[in-house]
Nanobody, 124 residues
Framework: QVELVESGGGAVKPGDSLKLSCAASGYRVANLNIGWFRQAAGKEREVVAAISWKGDRTFVSDSVKGRFSISGVGGITWLEMNGLKPEDTAVYSC???????????????????WGQGTQVIVSS
């Protein structure tokens, strides 16, 4: 079993930065490919970024490219968010795929474990 705990959310102003953390614990966390997702009110969940367990592959959605970045080490994955906009307001969740392959999971259904999420509000 794997547990994921997110932290770092909050209320900020447009243009501010936040760094979200996802701490994984449990069984073989070294083999977890991690994704960050967000879901705004009334909208579908969307993938924001992902990283393979070796850290040799990363993915960042076009919607946040150039502003968000993902990194990770030792069971902790970070989502660094710069230049935040009101449209970035959402609940951000991390998810993990347990796999022998260091890869970017191909779809949301690949993820085996989910965190509870952390709220990010961007408002002036």
């Amino acid at each position: 079993q794997v547990e994921l705990v997110e932290s770092g959310g909050g209320a900020v102003k447009p243009g501010d930065s936040l760094k979200l953390s996802c701490a994984a614990s449990g069984y073989r966390v070294a083999n977890l490919n991690i994704g960050w997702f967000r879901q705004a009110a009334g909208k579908e969940r969307e993938v924001v970024a992902a990283i393979s367990w070796k850290g040799d592959r990363t993915f960042v959605s076009d919607s946040v490219k150039g502003r968000f970045s993902i990194s990770g080490v030792g069971g902790i994955t970070w989502l660094e968010m710069n230049g935040l906009k009101p449209e970035d307001t959402a609940v951000y969740s991390c998810a993990a795929e347990f796999s022998a392959s260091s890869r970017i999971p191909s779809g949301i259904d690949r993820y085996d474990y989910w965190g509870q999420g952390t709220q990010v509000i961007v408002s002036s």
